[in-house]
Protein backbone atom coordinates (compact mmCIF):
# COMPACT_ATOMS: atom_id res chain seq x y z
CA UNK A 1 0.00 0.00 0.00
CA UNK A 2 1.38 3.51 -1.01
CA UNK A 3 1.75 6.16 1.70
CA UNK A 4 -1.03 8.33 -0.16
CA UNK A 5 -3.07 5.16 -0.15
CA UNK A 6 -2.68 4.96 4.15
CA UNK A 7 -3.60 8.30 4.64
CA UNK A 8 -6.70 8.57 2.71
CA UNK A 9 -7.77 5.40 4.47
CA UNK A 10 -7.44 6.95 7.57
CA UNK A 11 -9.33 9.91 6.57
CA UNK A 12 -12.15 7.74 5.29
CA UNK A 13 -11.98 5.92 8.58
CA UNK A 14 -11.70 9.56 10.60
CA UNK A 15 -15.05 10.91 8.56
CA UNK A 16 -16.99 7.81 9.07
CA UNK A 17 -15.75 5.86 11.73
CA UNK A 18 -15.38 8.53 14.02
CA UNK A 19 -17.73 11.13 12.78
CA UNK A 20 -14.98 13.81 12.52
CA UNK A 21 -16.05 17.35 11.17
CA UNK A 22 -15.39 18.08 7.61
CA UNK A 23 -12.77 20.90 8.58
CA UNK A 24 -11.29 18.41 10.82
CA UNK A 25 -10.62 15.89 8.20
CA UNK A 26 -9.27 18.44 5.66
CA UNK A 27 -6.81 19.91 7.95
CA UNK A 28 -5.81 16.62 8.60
CA UNK A 29 -5.39 15.50 5.29
CA UNK A 30 -3.09 18.53 4.35
CA UNK A 31 -1.09 17.71 7.44
CA UNK A 32 -0.75 14.63 5.98
CA UNK A 33 0.10 15.51 2.85
CA UNK A 34 3.12 18.30 4.41
CA UNK A 35 3.87 14.58 6.06
CA UNK A 36 4.26 12.77 2.71
CA UNK A 37 6.20 15.28 0.64
CA UNK A 38 8.78 15.93 3.61
CA UNK A 39 9.46 12.03 3.70
CA UNK A 40 9.69 11.81 -0.03
CA UNK A 41 12.96 14.38 -0.06
CA UNK A 42 14.23 13.06 3.15
CA UNK A 43 14.06 9.12 1.90
CA UNK A 44 14.53 9.74 -1.46
CA UNK A 45 11.21 8.02 -2.43
CA UNK A 46 8.18 8.23 -1.63
CA UNK A 47 6.94 6.36 1.38
CA UNK A 48 5.05 3.05 1.22
CA UNK A 49 3.68 0.86 4.09
CA UNK A 50 6.97 -0.45 5.08
CA UNK A 51 8.74 2.81 4.78
CA UNK A 52 5.61 4.11 7.37
CA UNK A 53 6.51 1.21 9.63
CA UNK A 54 10.47 2.03 9.93
CA UNK A 55 10.10 5.63 10.93
CA UNK A 56 11.64 6.78 13.76
CA UNK A 57 11.42 9.78 16.19
CA UNK A 58 13.99 11.43 14.21
CA UNK A 59 12.94 11.44 11.18
CA UNK A 60 9.19 12.51 12.57
CA UNK A 61 11.37 15.38 14.57
CA UNK A 62 12.85 16.30 11.23
CA UNK A 63 9.55 16.80 10.09
CA UNK A 64 8.55 19.24 12.54
CA UNK A 65 11.74 20.98 12.39
CA UNK A 66 11.49 21.61 8.83
CA UNK A 67 7.74 23.19 9.31
CA UNK A 68 9.12 25.52 11.39
CA UNK A 69 11.71 26.60 9.40
CA UNK A 70 9.38 26.84 6.52
CA UNK A 71 7.45 29.69 8.83
CA UNK A 72 4.91 27.08 10.54
CA UNK A 73 3.21 28.32 13.84
CA UNK A 74 3.74 26.36 16.89
CA UNK A 75 0.03 26.21 16.75
CA UNK A 76 0.13 24.62 12.93
CA UNK A 77 2.76 21.98 14.19
CA UNK A 78 0.96 20.96 17.29
CA UNK A 79 -1.92 20.18 15.40
CA UNK A 80 0.24 18.06 12.84
CA UNK A 81 2.02 16.17 15.09
CA UNK A 82 -2.07 14.98 16.83
CA UNK A 83 -2.49 14.15 13.04
CA UNK A 84 0.20 11.82 12.78
CA UNK A 85 0.06 10.43 16.23
CA UNK A 86 -3.60 9.51 14.86
CA UNK A 87 -1.84 7.92 11.79
CA UNK A 88 0.53 6.05 12.76
CA UNK A 89 -2.07 4.58 15.84
CA UNK A 90 -4.57 3.73 13.05
CA UNK A 91 -1.90 2.07 10.85
CA UNK A 92 -0.86 0.23 14.20
CA UNK A 93 -4.21 -0.42 14.99
CA UNK A 94 -5.89 -1.72 11.15
CA UNK A 95 -2.51 -2.07 8.86
CA UNK A 96 -0.61 -4.47 11.74
CA UNK A 97 2.50 -1.79 11.40
CA UNK A 98 4.48 -1.84 14.04
CA UNK A 99 3.55 0.81 16.49
CA UNK A 100 5.91 4.05 16.79
CA UNK A 101 6.95 5.39 20.13
CA UNK A 102 5.38 8.78 19.17
CA UNK A 103 4.85 9.11 22.81
CA UNK A 104 8.19 10.43 23.75
CA UNK A 105 8.14 13.14 20.67
CA UNK A 106 7.31 16.31 22.71
CA UNK A 107 5.33 18.93 20.19
CA UNK A 108 5.86 22.70 19.96
CA UNK A 109 4.32 24.62 23.30
CA UNK A 110 1.28 26.41 22.33
CA UNK A 111 1.49 30.26 23.20
CA UNK A 112 -1.91 31.30 24.86
CA UNK A 113 -3.32 34.14 23.48
CA UNK A 114 -2.85 37.30 24.72
CA UNK A 115 -6.06 39.08 26.28
CA UNK A 116 -7.70 42.07 23.81
CA UNK A 117 -8.24 44.70 26.27
CA UNK A 118 -10.06 48.17 25.24
CA UNK A 119 -8.79 51.24 24.62
CA UNK A 120 -9.27 53.39 27.96
CA UNK A 121 -11.26 55.79 25.81
CA UNK A 122 -13.37 52.87 25.14
CA UNK A 123 -13.81 51.61 28.07
CA UNK A 124 -14.91 54.59 29.23
CA UNK A 125 -17.66 54.68 27.20
CA UNK A 126 -19.05 51.33 28.65
CA UNK A 127 -17.89 52.35 32.52
CA UNK A 128 -19.94 55.21 32.59
CA UNK A 129 -23.49 53.74 30.59
CA UNK A 130 -23.28 55.50 27.51
CA UNK A 131 -23.00 52.39 25.87
CA UNK A 132 -26.89 51.64 26.81
CA UNK A 133 -27.95 55.18 26.32
CA UNK A 134 -26.79 55.73 22.58
CA UNK A 135 -28.68 52.24 22.09
CA UNK A 136 -31.51 53.18 23.16
CA UNK A 137 -31.92 56.83 20.90
CA UNK A 138 -30.63 54.81 18.15
CA UNK A 139 -33.24 51.43 18.59
CA UNK A 140 -36.43 50.68 20.14
CA UNK A 141 -35.05 49.46 23.08
CA UNK A 142 -37.01 50.15 26.43
CA UNK A 143 -35.36 52.30 28.82
CA UNK A 144 -35.45 49.56 31.26
CA UNK A 145 -33.22 47.40 29.43
CA UNK A 146 -30.83 50.34 28.71
CA UNK A 147 -30.26 50.87 32.30
CA UNK A 148 -29.22 47.08 33.16
CA UNK A 149 -27.30 47.07 30.25
CA UNK A 150 -25.52 50.50 31.34
CA UNK A 151 -25.26 48.68 35.11
CA UNK A 152 -24.13 45.38 33.89
CA UNK A 153 -21.01 46.91 31.48
CA UNK A 154 -20.26 49.64 34.09
CA UNK A 155 -19.46 46.38 36.93
CA UNK A 156 -17.87 44.27 34.71
CA UNK A 157 -15.76 46.72 33.66
CA UNK A 158 -15.41 48.69 36.97
CA UNK A 159 -14.71 44.96 39.16
CA UNK A 160 -13.22 42.58 36.92
CA UNK A 161 -15.96 40.27 36.95
CA UNK A 162 -16.63 37.62 34.61
CA UNK A 163 -19.94 37.56 32.82
CA UNK A 164 -21.35 34.58 34.84
CA UNK A 165 -20.56 36.12 37.87
CA UNK A 166 -22.03 39.24 37.62
CA UNK A 167 -25.53 37.24 36.45
CA UNK A 168 -25.32 35.09 39.22
CA UNK A 169 -25.85 38.17 41.87
CA UNK A 170 -29.28 38.56 43.58
CA UNK A 171 -30.65 42.00 44.50
CA UNK A 172 -29.73 41.41 47.86
CA UNK A 173 -25.91 41.69 46.38
CA UNK A 174 -26.36 44.63 45.09
CA UNK A 175 -23.40 47.56 46.01
CA UNK A 176 -25.58 50.33 46.16
CA UNK A 177 -24.60 54.36 46.85
CA UNK A 178 -24.05 55.29 50.49
CA UNK A 179 -22.81 51.92 51.17
CA UNK A 180 -19.56 50.98 51.95
CA UNK A 181 -20.03 47.16 51.78
CA UNK A 182 -17.56 45.52 48.88
CA UNK A 183 -19.30 42.51 46.57
CA UNK A 184 -18.11 39.28 47.88
CA UNK A 185 -17.86 36.81 44.85
CA UNK A 186 -18.01 33.02 44.29
CA UNK A 187 -15.82 32.31 41.59
CA UNK A 188 -14.39 29.15 40.01
CA UNK A 189 -13.69 26.07 42.43
CA UNK A 190 -16.12 27.53 45.03
CA UNK A 191 -12.95 29.83 45.75
CA UNK A 192 -14.98 33.00 47.81
CA UNK A 193 -13.43 37.21 46.78
CA UNK A 194 -13.76 40.29 47.88
CA UNK A 195 -14.24 42.72 45.13
CA UNK A 196 -14.12 47.05 45.98
CA UNK A 197 -17.20 48.47 44.34
CA UNK A 198 -16.20 52.33 42.74
CA UNK A 199 -18.80 54.63 42.84
CA UNK A 200 -19.90 54.94 39.33
CA UNK A 201 -20.73 51.56 39.40
CA UNK A 202 -23.35 51.80 42.56
CA UNK A 203 -24.66 54.89 40.55
CA UNK A 204 -25.64 52.93 37.95
CA UNK A 205 -26.78 49.76 39.60
CA UNK A 206 -28.86 52.16 41.52
CA UNK A 207 -30.57 53.53 38.19
CA UNK A 208 -31.03 49.88 37.41
CA UNK A 209 -32.90 48.90 39.96
CA UNK A 210 -34.98 52.10 40.07
CA UNK A 211 -36.80 50.91 36.95
CA UNK A 212 -37.61 47.74 39.37
CA UNK A 213 -39.09 49.22 42.50
CA UNK A 214 -40.51 46.44 44.43
CA UNK A 215 -37.96 44.24 43.59
CA UNK A 216 -37.12 40.90 45.89
CA UNK A 217 -34.09 40.57 47.59
CA UNK A 218 -33.91 36.82 46.30
CA UNK A 219 -34.38 37.56 43.08
CA UNK A 220 -31.99 37.76 39.70
CA UNK A 221 -29.81 41.29 40.13
CA UNK A 222 -29.90 41.41 35.87
CA UNK A 223 -33.54 40.16 34.32
CA UNK A 224 -33.98 39.35 30.43
CA UNK A 225 -37.06 40.03 29.25
CA UNK A 226 -39.20 37.66 30.61
CA UNK A 227 -38.15 38.35 34.04
CA UNK A 228 -36.09 35.40 34.60
CA UNK A 229 -32.28 35.67 34.83
CA UNK A 230 -30.53 37.24 32.24
CA UNK A 231 -28.87 35.07 30.14
CA UNK A 232 -24.67 35.26 28.71
CA UNK A 233 -25.93 35.51 25.21
CA UNK A 234 -27.94 37.77 25.50
CA UNK A 235 -25.49 40.32 27.28
CA UNK A 236 -23.20 39.24 24.57
CA UNK A 237 -25.68 40.31 21.85
CA UNK A 238 -25.69 43.65 23.53
CA UNK A 239 -22.46 44.27 23.59
CA UNK A 240 -22.37 43.53 19.82
CA UNK A 241 -25.35 46.09 19.37
CA UNK A 242 -23.41 48.88 20.79
CA UNK A 243 -20.20 48.84 19.00
CA UNK A 244 -21.79 48.48 15.52
CA UNK A 245 -23.65 51.76 16.47
CA UNK A 246 -20.27 53.27 18.30
CA UNK A 247 -17.81 52.16 16.03
CA UNK A 248 -15.98 49.91 19.22
CA UNK A 249 -13.30 47.58 18.20
CA UNK A 250 -15.11 44.10 17.00
CA UNK A 251 -13.15 42.46 19.92
CA UNK A 252 -15.57 44.39 22.69
CA UNK A 253 -17.13 41.69 24.34
CA UNK A 254 -18.21 41.38 27.88
CA UNK A 255 -15.24 39.18 28.80
CA UNK A 256 -12.87 42.53 26.85
CA UNK A 257 -14.05 44.48 29.91
CA UNK A 258 -12.44 42.18 32.03
CA UNK A 259 -9.15 41.51 30.27
CA UNK A 260 -9.71 45.85 30.30
CA UNK A 261 -9.75 46.00 34.18
CA UNK A 262 -6.64 43.93 34.51
CA UNK A 263 -4.72 46.03 31.70
CA UNK A 264 -5.63 49.30 32.74
CA UNK A 265 -4.94 48.48 36.84
CA UNK A 266 -1.47 47.38 35.47
CA UNK A 267 -0.56 50.06 33.75
CA UNK A 268 -1.78 52.19 36.32
CA UNK A 269 0.50 50.78 38.60
CA UNK A 270 -0.97 47.85 40.27
CA UNK A 271 1.29 45.03 41.41
CA UNK A 272 0.14 41.44 39.83
CA UNK A 273 -0.35 39.85 43.31
CA UNK A 274 -3.31 42.13 44.21
CA UNK A 275 -4.71 41.76 40.50
CA UNK A 276 -5.07 38.08 40.89
CA UNK A 277 -6.87 38.67 43.74
CA UNK A 278 -8.96 40.80 42.29
CA UNK A 279 -9.90 38.75 39.26
CA UNK A 280 -10.10 35.55 41.12
CA UNK A 281 -7.14 33.45 39.65
CA UNK A 282 -5.73 30.44 41.33
CA UNK A 283 -2.54 31.07 39.64
CA UNK A 284 -0.06 34.02 39.42
CA UNK A 285 0.75 33.35 36.45
CA UNK A 286 -2.66 33.63 34.61
CA UNK A 287 -2.65 36.75 35.92
CA UNK A 288 1.01 37.04 34.01
CA UNK A 289 -0.66 37.01 30.76
CA UNK A 290 -1.48 40.97 31.35
CA UNK A 291 2.27 41.49 31.64
CA UNK A 292 2.80 41.19 27.95
CA UNK A 293 -0.45 43.27 27.05
CA UNK A 294 0.68 45.88 29.00
CA UNK A 295 4.26 45.86 27.24
CA UNK A 296 2.60 45.79 23.68
CA UNK A 297 0.46 48.84 25.14
CA UNK A 298 4.43 50.73 25.98
CA UNK A 299 5.78 49.55 23.11
CA UNK A 300 3.45 51.07 20.71
CA UNK A 301 3.18 54.23 22.49
CA UNK A 302 6.84 54.10 22.23
CA UNK A 303 7.12 53.79 18.50
CA UNK A 304 4.23 56.56 18.36
CA UNK A 305 6.20 59.32 20.05
CA UNK A 306 10.15 58.40 19.82
CA UNK A 307 11.48 60.10 17.25
CA UNK A 308 14.14 57.72 16.16
CA UNK A 309 11.96 54.88 16.76
CA UNK A 310 11.57 53.84 13.22
CA UNK A 311 15.21 53.98 12.38
Request: aromatic share 6%.
Amino acid sequence: MTGEAACQAFLDWLAQERRASPHTVEAYGRDLRDLLEFLTRHLGAAPDLDALSALRLADLRGFLAARAAEGASNATRARQLAAIRGFLRFLSRQQGVAPVAVAGLRGPRRKPPLPRALSPADAREFGTGIAAIRMTEATPRPQWQAARDAALFTLLYGSGLRISEALGLDVRDAPLPGSETALRIMGKGGKARIVPVLPVVREAIAAWLAQRPGAEPDEPLFLGVRGERLDAAVAQKAMRDYRRLAGIPEHATPHALRHSFATHLLAGGADLRSIQELLGHASLSTTQRYTAVDTEGLLATWRMAHPRADR
